[in-house]
């Protein structure tokens, strides 16, 4: 069962911009952090950034200062701004739920209610 809707991805050119929205389903995100995740051809997954219960944030090295994760638990929802977008960041999305918040380390066997991902392209 999927626990999460991505939306808002798609093909941009670099130096553009994406809202990711995810979309929890059947279970309230405000009990939980929350993380994005990518995972790019050849590549494995990594953590993009993640959010704690009580909004405290991470983000990977590379997405400093160009993404900003935020929530909003009325709706249910997640997201992700990304700015200023690179041909790096071409890459399947996703986001994921875990009950704990684990500051600077992001470990992804932690995180157990996925959703199905959204493909990111960034391309001239």
């Known amino acids: 069962q999927v626990a999460f809707v991505e939306s808002g991805g798609g093909m941009v050119q670099p130096g553009g911009s994406l809202r990711l929205s995810c979309s929890a389903s059947?279970?309230?995100?405000?009990?939980?952090?929350v993380g994005w995740f990518r995972q790019a051809p050849g590549k494995e997954r990594e953590g993009v950034s993640t959010i704690s219960q009580d909004e405290r944030t991470y983000y990977l090295d590379s997405v400093k200062g160009r993404f900003t994760i935020s929530r909003d638990n009325a709706k249910n929802t997640v997201y992700l701004q990304m700015n200023s977008l690179k041909l790096e960041d071409t890459a399947v999305y996703s986001c994921?739920?875990?009950?704990?918040?684990?500051?600077?380390?992001?470990?992804?066997?932690?995180?157990?209610?996925w959703g199905q991902g959204i493909q990111v392209t960034v391309s001239s």
């Open positions: 994921a739920a875990s009950p704990t918040w684990f500051g600077d380390y992001v470990p992804i066997y932690e995180y157990d209610k």
């Open positions: 059947g279970f309230t995100v405000e009990h939980y952090a």
